[in-house]
């Protein structure tokens, strides 16, 4: 596992964008908000896209998660927030249909022709999720096959966001041994049991520093919607949150 500062400029050439590839409002700050931070203080063009926030008709909530995300976007500082025309997969009985509901051919016209529209084309660095879909989401797994795809029909550059999961057991592992509140811990039994990558797996990782960790807590926050003060993560001590989330990982893929 190599510190992405050691080859950034190989890894993220200045002049391609960078398409952050996310499933639900939330997922992009768990997952990659210090290095979406990073690479814009680089100079480096971010576009966040969201394959599965789609607005959904008699569901208000999924007009408040978009809000959510567009702030979040501004806050990261990242050049456009994007949403594809599918739905979350519980929200999937309205008027949207989820991803898991159409074909990767469709996802991957859809998402061109998004980009295209703020005329972003090929070539870019694509990132998107680990193949258990960082935690295990049915819709994060989509987005895998998603990347995959993209990169054999257009050869683009894939890399692919994940969780580090012997780091995430080995922490729970102590925090329980500590009486901690369960408020306090991830509620890994949603997740699937091989959430995110064993870190033989992961090739690259970004250590975010003081102010980056700030704007993730940040970032997380905002996400009303989907967490409060007195839930994991945001409930965490800074000194907790710097261990769980002071590292984002990325397996770069051949």
């Known amino acids: 596992m190599r510190d992405i500062q050691k080859s950034f400029d190989s890894l993220f050439p200045i002049k391609k964008p960078v398409i952050f590839l ?36 008699d569901k208000p909530i999924t007009i408040l998660r978009q809000k959510e995300a567009r702030r979040v976007g501004n806050l990261l500082k990242a050049h456009k927030v994007l949403f594809l ?12 249909k989820g991803i898991l509901n159409y074909s990767l051919k469709r996802m991957s016209s859809n998402l061109i022709a998004t980009l295209n529209l703020i005329e ?6 694509l990132i998107s999720y680990d193949k258990n879909g960082g935690y295990g989401h049915i819709d994060h797994k989509a987005i895998h096959k998603l990347g995959e795809k993209i990169k054999k029909d257009f050869g683009t550059s894939v890399y692919e966001v994940t969780i580090c999961r012997d780091k995430i057991k080995t922490w729970i592992k102590k925090q329980k041994a500590k009486l901690m509140s369960p408020l306090l811990l991830p509620k890994i039994e949603y997740w699937s049991k091989s959430f995110g990558l064993s870190k033989n797996k992961i090739t690259h990782f970004h250590t975010l520093n003081i102010n980056q960790l700030k704007i993730k807590r940040k970032a997380l926050a905002i996400h009303k919607t989907q967490m409060s003060n007195k839930d994991f993560p945001l409930s965490l001590h800074a000194n907790d949150f710097q261990q769980v989330f002071g590292k984002e990982f990325l397996s770069v893929l051949d």
């Open 120 to 125: 972003i084309t090929e070539p870019f660095i």
């Open 22 to 57: 996310h499933a639900h409002p939330d997922d992009e700050s768990f997952l990659s908000a210090g290095l979406i931070q990073e690479l814009v203080s680089k100079g480096r063009k971010v576009i966040i896209v969201y394959t599965a926030a789609g607005i959904s008709i």
């Open 85 to 96: 025309d599918f739905c979350d997969i519980k929200f999937t009985k309205q008027n949207k």
